[in-house]
């Protein structure tokens, strides 16, 4: 028995291997069947990877294709909108400059022009270079004069034509030099507006009036008090020399005009008679009258001296403004707003004519022969009259000019300004224009000639401006030698002196445009 249960347990397990076999088999079959699907799974994942490494490479490398063809377009578009822009500048340089302000025109036709310091320069325009050219020989501003912190209302010329002075409602007057062209000067006494300067016959002193009611005498270099006139109640409106630089006489709003002793400062006499502010008070040549024009509707002339009344002259219809005598102190301008200018016999006051213009009489001036005077009024015409007998003499009707008015030393050139707009120089004879002066940013208050050439303004925008009436030239120097090394003026500008690559150096007439020395040529070493 024993035996045989051996047999069965023996035959028991022989059987349950041979059951067990197909399963491992499967089993085994199944792991091998996973762990080749592992690996297909793998490398199809492998090969997804790899298709899209490839694409993305693919992807970028046209992605970076198109953003060098957009960035190639941009630049494109923007080089076109460049030159767009640059032509429309050239066109309000062209604009400034037939306005007469060659300086703006030039400071926008640059504007239009490559900048090598920017990262991407603006494409090259020829009509911005033109442009720059034509406002640069047509620019006539010679320089610009600036410090005051309101309106110029007033300026004066020193007789020896070397400085200036200009009076403002900034409190102050100042005195600039023209050679230099900077302020050397300042009077800073006032206590309010100062709206009236001018120098005495000598140019060495300056006399100045304001709305604190005082007038002063100071330097005409530096400015430094040396008088103060005190004694009005009111604004001066204006102050002015005798021609003999003695005296001084200034008119207030308290009615009255005063003669002061311009050497200790004394009042010497008080005219009184006016029944309305006192606008304007006027010397005769010999020193001896002056004339005065009030609120009241009157015209007074007086002994300085004394003070006593002369003359009284009637026939204004509204308060004239301004009075102004002939050369020769025999006849006595006087206008004002109303439109209406009254030419007077000052001996006697005797109405020589009356004009009535019917818009307002801006400016006057009397030519320095004292035969003729112009007037600007607010229709634009320049009218010129006789002052013998007030006959117009000559007309220009739409010359469009409204504001200050000056004649040349001359006579032959007439400045006048336009409304909102630039410094008209005309020929007298022709009635050409032989300047326009354009830069002022605002409204030009006063215009003067300097001599025959040179012309200067101020303004609203509280500067003044030094102008040339002929017009710029640009001359070119030929002369073999190859390249220019070194350029330089001397101190008077009259001669200019050139270091070409033949060693020489040549001296050239500015005004001719001749060579007038040449040294001989020498070898020059690196960096002379």
Not at 180 to 194: D, L
Not at 206 to 211: D, M, N, Q
């Amino acid at each position: 028995d024993g035996r045989r249960n051996a047999e069965i347990e023996q035959a028991r397990r022989i059987a349950e291997a041979a059951a067990a076999a197909p399963v491992a088999a499967e089993q085994a079959a199944m792991a091998e069947a996973r762990g080749k699907r592992r690996a297909r799974i793998g490398a199809v994942i492998a090969a997804c990877f790899a298709i899209a490494a490839g694409a993305g490479a693919w992807f970028g490398y046209h992605q970076a294709g198109i953003a060098v063809t957009n960035e190639r377009s941009a630049a494109t578009e923007r080089d076109r909108a460049l030159v767009t822009q640059s032509r429309f500048l050239a066109e309000a340089a062209d604009r400034l400059r037939l306005d007469g302000d060659g300086g703006s025109a030039a400071l926008v036709a640059l504007e239009g022009l490559p900048d090598s310091s920017e990262t991407h320069p603006r494409p090259y325009v020829t009509e911005a270079e033109r442009a720059l050219y034509q406002a640069f020989t047509s620019n006539r501003e010679i320089s610009l004069f600036t410090g005051h912190g309101n309106t110029i209302v007033d300026m004066s010329i020193s007789p020896d034509r070397t400085r200036f002075a200009t009076a403002s409602p900034d409190g102050t007057a100042r005195i600039w030099d023209l050679a230099t062209r900077r302020e050397i000067g300042k009077v800073e006494s006032h206590r309010a507006r100062v709206v009236a300067a001018s120098f005495d016959p000598t140019g060495e002193r300056l006399l100045t009036a304001g709305h604190d009611g005082t007038a002063r005498i100071s330097d005409g270099h530096t400015g430094a008090d040396i008088q103060a006139l005190n004694g009005h109640d009111a604004w001066i409106r204006r102050a002015v020399w005798s021609p003999d630089g003695l005296r001084v006489a200034t008119a207030a709003d308290d009615g009255t005009a005063k003669i002061w002793n311009a050497v200790d400062g004394r009042e010497i006499a008080t005219l009184r008679g006016h029944r309305g502010n006192v606008f304007d008070v006027a010397f005769d040549r010999s020193g001896r009258r002056v004339a005065t024009v009030s609120t009241d509707n009157l015209v007074r002339i007086w002994q300085v001296e004394t003070g006593a009344l002369d003359v009284v002259v009637g026939g204004h219809l509204s308060a004239p403004q301004r009075v102004l005598f002939d050369a020769d102190g025999s006849r006595l301008l006087s206008w004002g707003q109303g439109g209406q200018l009254l030419l007077t016999d000052a001996r006697n006051g005797d109405l020589i004519t009356s004009m009535q213009i019917h818009v307002t009489t801006r400016s006057v001036a009397i030519a320095p022969d004292g035969k003729t005077f112009a007037i600007c009024s607010e229709d634009g015409a320049l009218r010129m009259f006789s002052v013998e007998d007030g006959q117009l003499i000559d007309e220009i009707p739409k010359a469009g000019l409204v504001g200050a008015l000056a004649y040349s030393p001359s006579g032959r050139r007439l400045a006048a300004v336009r409304e909102a707009g630039p410094i008209v120089v005309w020929d007298v004879a022709s009635h050409g224009e032989t300047a326009l002066l354009g830069g002022h940013q605002g409204n030009v208050t006063v215009v003067a000639f300097v001599d025959e050439d040179t012309v200067i303004s101020s303004g609203t925008d509280m500067s003044a401006r030094l102008w040339s009436v002929r017009r710029s030239q640009v001359r070119e120097l030929e002369a073999d030698g190859g390249a220019i090394s070194t350029v330089t003026f001397d101190p008077t500008g009259d001669r200019l002196a050139v270091a070409s690559a033949d060693g020489r150096v040549r001296i050239w007439d500015v005004a001719s445009g001749r060579i007038v020395a040449a040294t001989a040529a020498a070898k020059l070493r690196a960096g002379e």
